[in-house]
């Protein structure tokens, strides 16, 4: 079987899942050839014209090419929701959320990973982001706390952009100097994980790593209940949504992101934490 699969580094944590389902041999295209490597799958080179995701594609030289006349599978969900619409188009339910072991962590000690809120020229979705001083304020929480806080983002003048206030940090990454092999080791040695929707969120509860997710809008494809599953063990993410939570299905749109009580639920999510580990 062939997959042609999305190409967002989240789309190929939970795709991962039904990969492993599947009855073999099996080909995907993939720009993270990295989430397959402990599995007998043969990744095709991709074509995206994605910035980070292109980076990562000359990273490697060893794709495979596919036989001809294999059966294929075209990856997508909608409204419907990420794991119901990848059952639909994979035949199969997923096999269980995970990641394969990418070692040492680069950083070492108790420390809190952050993603700060960004714009990409390439493909905008400001409509989703949360609001940036909901994460800024995170992280200053847990530095607060003493937690060293590593903040990562892939920024790049004019194609990809933080928001306003910066997330204060001890360690940045925020060129893409980590590998996805480091980033996601960085993932599964954190005592947590803070940020807005996208990867983290699959990649936590793949690590089983604790995070604080904070919604922004479009709640239409990135409500919690479309993006998680009852068969993921959700015990340890813990999702901050704002009050009039928006549904729309716009990448640009004026959602309202506030939350009421912002400082209180982060403080309780703060204080349970080091049970969650």
């Known amino acids: 079987m062939l997959i042609h699969g999305m190409r967002g580094l989240g789309d190929n944590v939970y795709m991962r899942a039904f990969v492993k389902a599947l009855p073999g041999p099996v080909w995907v295209d993939t720009p993270w050839p990295e989430l397959y490597g402990d599995l007998s799958v043969q990744c095709v080179e991709p074509a995206t014209t994605l910035r980070t995701q292109a980076k990562n594609i000359r990273r ?19 409204k419907e929701g990420i794991i119901p619409g990848m059952a639909r188009c994979f035949g199969v339910a997923p096999a269980g959320f995970d990641l394969p072991d990418f070692g040492a962590s680069p950083v070492p000690g108790r420390y809190v990973v952050v993603r700060p809120v960004t714009v990409r020229a390439e493909w905008r979705a400001d409509a989703r982001n949360p609001l940036p001083e909901y994460v800024s304020q995170a992280a200053a929480e847990m530095r607060r706390r003493g937690y060293t806080v590593v903040s990562v983002a892939d920024l790049e003048d004019g194609k990809e952009w933080a928001l306003d206030p910066l997330p204060p940090a001890d360690i940045r990454y925020h060129a893409g100097e980590l590998p996805v092999e480091q980033l996601l080791a960085l993932v599964q040695g954190a005592a947590a994980v803070i940020g807005g929707i996208g990867w983290i969120l699959p990649a936590c509860i793949a690590a089983r790593v604790p995070a604080w997710i904070v919604c922004g809008g479009q709640g239409g494809y990135n409500a919690p209940e479309l993006i998680t599953h009852p068969s993921m063990d959700m015990s340890r993410i813990t999702f901050a949504v704002p009050d009039n939570f928006c549904r729309c299905i716009q990448k640009q749109h004026t959602c309202d ?9 982060l403080a309780a999510w703060a204080d349970r934490l080091p049970a969650l580990v």
């Open 60 to 78: 490697h030289r060893d794709w495979q090419q596919a036989p001809a006349g294999l059966r294929s599978v075209k990856v997508a969900y909608g």
């Open 257 to 265: 992101k506030r939350i009421s009580d912002y400082d209180a639920r």
